[in-house]
């Protein structure tokens, strides 16, 4: 499975060439299904109407800006094919009300300059009606401005930033995946809860994603924090931060970095002999992507090829290792219909789930759905959305935040075993409380079935 | 003084590497007067080629060898190709089309290979070693770099001092015309020049490869650090090379440690390459005041 999956990633060009075909195709079969709707509202006897920009009568575009070459590839170019492959299920089934998605997403190779003229491309040339999970906190906040400007809805940004929650400043932004506040929060108590005695160093990317964390970490054990090290992304050498939190003292790692840089912490770890307790924030801990970067060691001179073994991290999604789970079940047979190439990996989970709940958020909009309407729309509804997600959206006329929790688990091999149970809670001092609701479950259409708001 | 430890031995050992990439600069601009930009990514070309081998189930010392080899081949045929149609203009014209071939290269190689990070195995251990129950920052593989790099180093100054080639290949690089009329094959010294000089690119980039992450844009901060490494030894000595390396190494693994952190190591870098050209314009080692480029 990890040998496949590093092939998998390999070949970012030809999935992006069959994820292009692939919306072509839905594209010119669209118009056969109209008036099929499976979404709700679909009210009888009403018309639908090329309501605003990027609506026609039976199509809605929307917008993505991926690395799908770079540094930040790995894993995160698959994102936009899973994406796409929900759409694809969709439209299969007649698309909400009758209107086929199109999706179309641009490289932007996690450079912000490019974020922004295949920006200007897709809001100005392409006409898309919204953006949907932009990907990256330097990448997208330079067209954040832009696309509020534009009055074009900003939704579910890909990153886990703070920045994405503000209402009054960028109205029609919104965040998805939890912050990574919260989560240095519940990372936090749960070492002051399971390791009161450990010394915590921090390993922390040199921009907000790190900084984010941290701000969560120390609201709980900034006693207990010995040392913070960051690290800037592009540099590969982090010995001498490694050696730092070595000679602090630290037993405990905190680590807020992207999945190449847990590979080579753990990596610089082991030159130096250095065996604390791991704990990787959700973005770096993929251990399928981690496991397949330190692949080729194993058949040098380092046996332990499973170094992230015991490591900690955070889920707030269900993963490709619980095959039991009915979202995962559902996600494989979304995968396995839309017949691109590759397996189902968690980041193609993400980018189903982002489908989901832009689906979600389009029913909600109603028959005929505008830029404003569907902002309007995810306020008012979208803290009830139910999908995938372990804990429900913060999501109201003045919040802006994503899912609201997750619980922390632990990595053995390549799959995991959960060590606490869903954990909500929110920016500042908002207290984290053990989540009481249901897990929620798919409908057996696989599809979300939303009634409009009014 | 673990951490110090720790931090100097990192840097020597970062620095052994970047020695390894300047040696190979200062090798092609002893032979043919050209900054080869490409340099870099004629290395991790065949890098990827000693992955594909490996990954094929070859043995790395046998996948080194090949990698050796074709970078053997690379440089010739680049050198045949594509640099003769550009010496003897002038000089801006050769390192401008080596800037072209180093993103031609990158690339054609991120199309062969896709661009996202896989992992080199090291053919010696990556756990470091023990010495009175502390492990230290030095491996079994980073032994093998620094020996492999002084070696190469060796058989370089005594390719130039000692052997008649050396010599014909700077009579060439120097002058042409003189050197043509004293009966040295020009063309066939440059060939062999580029070549050489590809192959121990091509060590180097199997050196730095080892026990890391390689993708195809992986050799481009080396290409910098090594170039000053190669400017800070005066580009004409190969014993600067390796000195000027060593140097920058532990300099920017002071600065990441001690000094401002990991994000001001690359402006280290820079200060570094103005102070020196300001003080010392020839370099640390530089052999002659006049220079041409």
């Known amino acids: 499975m990890v040998r496949s999956s590093r092939r998998l990633v390999r070949v970012p060009i030809a999935v992006l060439a069959a994820a292009t075909v692939a919306s072509g195709l839905a594209a010119c079969g669209g118009s056969d299904d109209s008036g099929g709707g499976s979404g709700g509202g679909s ?29 930040a590839a790995p894993g995160y170019s698959e994102i936009p094919t899973g994406t796409q492959a929900y759409f694809d299920y969709v439209n299969a089934a007649g698309g909400v009300n009758g209107r086929t ?63 994405w ?88 790692v905190a680590g807020f970095n992207v999945p190449s840089y847990t590979a080579l912490s753990q990596l610089t770890a082991l030159q130096l002999g ?63 219909a839309s017949g691109q190439e590759g397996q189902l990996t968690n980041y193609r989970i993400y980018g189903m789930a982002e489908a989901y709940t832009f689906v979600q958020a389009l029913q909600a909009a109603g028959q005929n759905p505008t830029r404003e309407g569907i902002v309007d729309a995810v306020e008012q509804a979208g803290a009830d959305f139910e999908g995938p997600a372990l804990a429900p959206f913060r999501y109201s006329a003045d919040k802006h935040a994503g899912v609201g929790g997750m619980l922390v688990s632990q990595i053995t091999g390549t799959s995991s075993e959960e060590k606490t149970p869903v954990l909500t809670t929110d920016n500042g001092d908002a207290e984290i409380t053990e989540y009481d609701g249901e897990p929620s479950t798919p409908p057996s259409s696989g599809i979300p079935d939303v009634e409009p708001v009014e | 003084m673990q951490q110090f430890i720790d931090t100097t031995l990192s840097g020597l050992a970062q620095g052994m590497v970047f020695a390894a990439f300047a040696l190979a600069l200062v090798l092609i601009w002893r032979s043919t007067r050209i900054v080869n930009f490409a340099q ?60 072209g071939l180093f993103v031609a290269i990158q690339a054609a190689v991120a199309i062969i290979a896709g661009s996202s990070f896989q ?31 002084l070696l190469t180093m060796a058989l370089l100054v005594a390719l130039f001092r000692f052997t008649r080639v050396g010599l014909a290949m700077r009579a060439a ?100 390459l103005v102070v020196v050209l300001l003080v010392r314009p020839g370099g640390l080692f530089a052999s002659t005041v006049a220079r041409r480029a």
């Open chain 1, 101 to 163: 998605i199109e999706y179309e997403y641009l490289d932007d190779a996690y450079n912000p300059t490019n974020t922004s003229q295949v920006t200007n491309q897709l809001v100005l040339d392409d006409e898309i009606f919204a953006m949907l999970g932009g990907l990256g906190t330097p990448t997208h906040s330079a067209v954040i401005d832009f696309l509020n400007d534009e009055g074009v809805p900003d939704l579910f940004v890909s990153s886990g930033s703070l920045l």
């Open chain 2, 40 to 99: 870099g990514s004629m290395a991790m070309a065949t890098t990827f080629v000693a992955l594909a081998l490996i990954q094929a189930g070859w043995n790395y010392w046998a996948a080194l060898a090949a990698a050796l080899v074709s970078g053997f081949v690379l440089g010739a045929v680049v050198e045949r190709v594509v640099i003769r149609r550009v010496e003897g203009g002038p000089e801006l014209n050769a390192v401008i089309v080596t800037l």
């Open chain 1, 43 to 71: 009210d009888a006897g009403a018309a639908n109407e090329a309501s605003d920009v990027g609506v026609t009568e039976d199509t809605v575009t929307v917008g993505a800006h991926f690395p799908l070459t770079g540094v």
């Open chain 1, 274 to 336: 250095y065996d604390p307790q791991w704990f990787y924030s959700n973005v770096g801990s993929d251990p399928a992507l981690v496991g397949s970067l330190l692949n080729n060691f194993s058949k040098g001179k380092v046996t332990d090829a499973a170094l992230l073994d015991g490591a900690l991290t955070t889920e707030y999604l269900p993963s490709v290792d619980q095959p039991d789970n009915p979202w995962t079940q559902l996600f494989q047979k979304v995968w396995d």
């Open chain 2, 173 to 272: 690089a120097f002058g042409q015309e003189v050197a043509r009329l004293l009966g040295v094959r020009v063309g066939r010294m440059l060939t062999l020049g580029w070549a050489l000089a590809a192959v121990v690119g091509s060590l180097a980039g199997l050196l730095i490869a080892g026990g890391s992450f390689v993708y195809p844009a992986y050799m481009d901060s080396l290409i910098v650090f090594g170039f000053v490494a190669a400017v800070l030894g005066g580009l004409d000595s190969p014993i600067g090379a390796v000195v000027g390396g060593l140097l920058l190494g532990l300099a920017l693994s002071y600065v990441s440690a001690y000094f401002g952190g990991s994000s001001v190591v690359n402006l280290a870098a820079l200060v570094i």
């Open chain 1, 165 to 252: 929650d503000d209402a009054e400043e960028h109205p029609t932004t919104f965040g998805w995946q939890p912050d990574y506040e919260i989560e240095g929060k519940i990372i936090g108590q749960y070492i002051k809860e399971n390791f009161p005695d450990a010394k915590v160093g921090l390993f922390l990317q040199d921009d907000d994603f790190g900084e984010n964390g941290e701000k969560g970490i120390r609201e709980y054990v900034d006693d207990q924090v010995v040392s913070a090290q960051r690290y800037t992304p592009g540099n590969t050498d982090v010995g001498p931060q490694i050696a730092a939190l070595k000679a602090a003292g630290a037993d405990f």
């Open chain 2, 119 to 149: 992992s080199f195995p090291a053919p010696f251990g990556l756990r470091g070693f023990t010495i009175g129950g502390n492990t230290i920052a030095l491996t079994p593989n980073r032994v093998y770099v620094i020996a492999a790099v």
